[in-house]
Structures are given as structure tokens and as C-alpha cells.
């Protein structure tokens, strides 16, 4: 079964706490991203990665970090930095121009 | 900066009625635009227009994208409550396939009435 999982599916973050949201793809696509959505507010990008070993900031990457060690693999940390995490969180792929999406992480501040 | 507008922002409407949802766009490097619909979680892909005035067609959804307008709009015909979700316009940039972005717009949100 092909596709895009990320997990958990929510996840509470406590003041402080760095939180690592998950997400694999096994559709064999180069390109992986990470987006924040809030109500009224579309997707924003925060981080992408072209290529293994190879990620870029997107335009709201202040208080994340990424890492792609594996092509099926793009994980997203939340640091303690990140001062309103409370969002929608949703990984992509893409192997030319269209992007799809995995399922979502919802993270609530406890 | 890229610019990705859509509008209305939200609108509701009745079963049967046919809607039409706009995107305009200020880019650079502008590659081909992006239609999604978002229910409950994830975006799913409707449409992908890179050609001025060819409509791409799915059922009761068609799309077309205006490249002199910088402009694409999004009709639903007879219209049915599982159309009620945001809907996603994203504009692709960049060089090369390799190098592209997305950016999107805030999203429409449809409510369809029975």
C-alpha cells in the first residue's frame, strides 16, 4: 500500500519539550515537506529537502529542525524555541510539481 | 515574495447550486498552479493547469488557468453536501522540477446545505 504516513496522529507538547513528528513516504519521491497550517492561514512551508542528506528552510523554519538521513524518511522536530506550536501539521512529497500529502499531526500545548 | 490570493475566503450554499472559487497569483518563476481539496486532514489533488485556457475536467469540477489574468477559477456544478471543504489554490515556482516550490493561498471553505 502506497503512500504518506505520519504519526502520531496528536501529539501534547509540554513547556520546554522538543517533540519529533514522524513521517515516511514509500512512493519513491526525492522531495519531502513539511507544512504548518492554521485556521484562516493556508499552508506555510517550513522546511524542504530536494535530496538525501539535503534540506532547505522554507519560510517559517524558525523554532524547527529537520533531518533527512533516509529517502523515505523526513522527521520534524518542534524545539522549545518554537513559542506557538499549537497547529496542523502535515508532510508531502512530490516527485515533479504535484505535491501529495500524508495524513496530518495535530499538536496541542499542554 | 510570492502571492497566492483566493477568494471568497468562505461561502455556503444550497445542494444543486453550481459555485466558482478564484485564485490570482503574484509570482516569479511561475511553473503551473495547483487545485486541492481538504476535508478533514489531508490535501487531496484535484487539479494541475500549466496551459493558458485548457480546462481540465473530473466529473462535476472543472478548472481553468488564465496566465494573462494571473488567474485561475474553480466551478462545481450541482453542487452536493461532500463538496463542503476547504479548497486549496497553490502556485508552483521555481527553475527546474528539482528546484520548484509551492505556495498556497489561505483556502476557500464551502459549505453545501442539503
Known amino acids: 500500500d502506497g503512500g504518506i504516513t505520519q504519526s502520531p496522529k496528536y501529539l501534547f507538547r509540554k513547556e520546554g519539550q522538543n517533540v519529533t513528528l514522524s513521517c515516511e513516504q514509500n512512493?519513491?519521491?526525492?522531495?519531502m515537506y513539511w507544512y504548518r497550517q492554521d485556521p484562516g492561514q493556508g499552508l506555510r512551508l517550513i522546511y524542504y529537502?530536494?535530496?538525501?542528506?539535503?534540506?532547505q528552510k522554507g519560510d517559517i523554519a524558525e523554532g524547527y529542525s529537520v533531518s533527512r538521513e533516509k529517502k523515505e524518511s523526513f522527521p520534524l522536530t518542534v524545539t522549545s524555541a518554537q513559542k506557538n506550536p499549537t497547529a496542523f501539521y502535515l508532510c508531502?512529497?512530490?516527485?515533479?510539481?504535484?505535491?501529495?500529502f500524508g495524513p496530518g499531526t495535530r499538536l496541542l500545548v499542554l | 515574495e510570492d502571492k497566492v490570493v483566493q477568494s471568497p475566503l468562505s461561502l455556503v450554499v444550497h445542494e444543486g447550486d453550481t459555485v466558482t472559487l478564484n485564485c490570482s497569483y503574484e509570482?516569479?518563476?511561475?511553473?503551473?498552479l495547483l487545485w486541492y481539496k481538504q476535508e478533514k486532514k489531508a490535501p487531496t489533488f484535484l487539479f494541475m493547469l500549466?496551459?493558458?485556457?485548457i480546462e481540465k475536467k473530473s466529473g462535476r469540477l472543472s478548472s481553468i488557468l488564465d496566465k494573462k489574468e494571473l488567474s485561475s477559477i474553480l466551478n462545481i456544478t450541482a453542487t452536493q453536501t461532500g463538496d463542503s471543504a476547504i479548497y486549496l489554490c497553490?502556485?508552483?515556482?521555481?527553475?527546474?522540477?528539482?528546484?520548484?516550490?509551492?505556495?498556497f493561498g489561505k483556502g476557500i471553505t464551502l459549505s453545501v446545505r442539503p
Open positions: 529537502s530536494q535530496i538525501v542528506n539535503d534540506f
Open positions: 497553490a502556485v508552483v515556482t521555481g527553475s527546474t522540477g528539482a528546484n520548484s516550490k509551492l505556495t
Open positions: 508531502a512529497s512530490s516527485i515533479r510539481e504535484t505535491q501529495y
Open positions: 509570482v516569479t518563476n511561475f511553473r503551473s
Open positions: 512512493l519513491n519521491h526525492d522531495a
Open positions: 500549466t496551459s493558458s485556457g
